[in-house]
């Protein structure tokens, strides 16, 4: 069954309203790769989802950065997954690295939110990855396995669901996992997926790659075998952003 590529971009903490309307104007006009090639899902901070929302081409998606693990009410701060599928958001961000170290997300937390947010009726991209003292030590993979354990326990149907591994020590440090690397991991998280969850879900989830990619090392990536597309971070905010949503490409040619 052929993986159909996807392309996240995860805003992060940035943007003015100005600055948003600019980038949702350069996505519009891009000439970009058909729905049935890739699918491009944009993550802008909570405030501008329904400008975003309201404004980006149909063809492309849009997904909140995070919500909260249970049904909204006396948790100020938070927004509920029933609150994004009001607005009519089909995606959501969970686990992002950024959440697990500096907000103490643990992994049976973060696979509490995706089988919430799953039974709510959105889309998860389900973040996992090692820093760089765990893959120093070794243990990429059992960090990995845990993190995407926590979430298997909790979920029976995957086909909402897109794994992003995103090692913590190629986030914004310029530093890129090498395609070699990135393909072994994937590997891996594909065979545990076989092994524990099923054959059928382990040849249909996507595995997308996160960590300073770029419209220059995007191509050589995505032709990995089990790189079925990327999260990306900073580039997603500049005109690069279209470079790399072009790099599905490499798997129609492949």
């Not at 249970?70 to 938070?78: I, L, N, S």
């Not at 950024?98 to 959105?122: I, S």
Request: overall charge negative; proline content about 3%; some cysteine.
């Amino acid at each position: 069954m052929a993986r159909k590529f996807f392309v996240g971009g995860n805003w992060k903490c940035n943007g003015t309203a100005e600055e948003v309307k600019k980038i949702v104007n350069t996505l519009n006009e891009a000439q970009v790769p058909s729905q049935d090639v890739v699918e491009v899902v944009v993550s802008p901070p909570y405030v501008f989802l329904p400008l975003v929302k309201s404004t980006l081409r149909s063809d492309f998606h849009v997904a909140a950065q995070n919500c909260w693990v249970k049904k909204g009410g006396a948790f100020t701060g938070e927004v509920s997954a029933e609150m994004l599928v009001n607005l009519d958001i089909p995606w959501v961000i969970l686990g992002h690295s950024e959440r697990r170290a500096l907000l103490n997300e643990t992994n049976e937390f973060v696979g509490d939110k995706v089988a919430y947010a799953l039974a709510q009726g959105l889309s998860v991209i389900a973040c996992v990855g090692e820093t760089l003292e765990q893959r120093e030590a070794g243990s990429t993979m059992d960090v990995v396995a845990a993190q995407t354990k926590a979430i298997a326990d909790r979920v029976s149907n995957w086909s909402k669901v897109v794994i992003a591994y995103e090692p913590v020590w190629a986030i914004g440090t310029g530093k890129v996992a090498s395609p070699a690397q990135a393909q072994e991991v994937h590997d891996e998280l594909r065979k545990w997926l076989a092994k524990n969850v099923s054959a059928d879900v382990a040849a249909s989830t996507r595995i997308i790659y996160g960590g300073s990619v770029n419209g220059g090392n995007c191509k050589e990536l995505g032709g990995q075998a089990d790189v079925d597309g990327f999260l990306v971070g900073g580039a997603s905010l500049k005109p690069e952003f279209i470079d790399i949503i072009k790099a599905a490409e490499v798997k129609k040619s492949a």
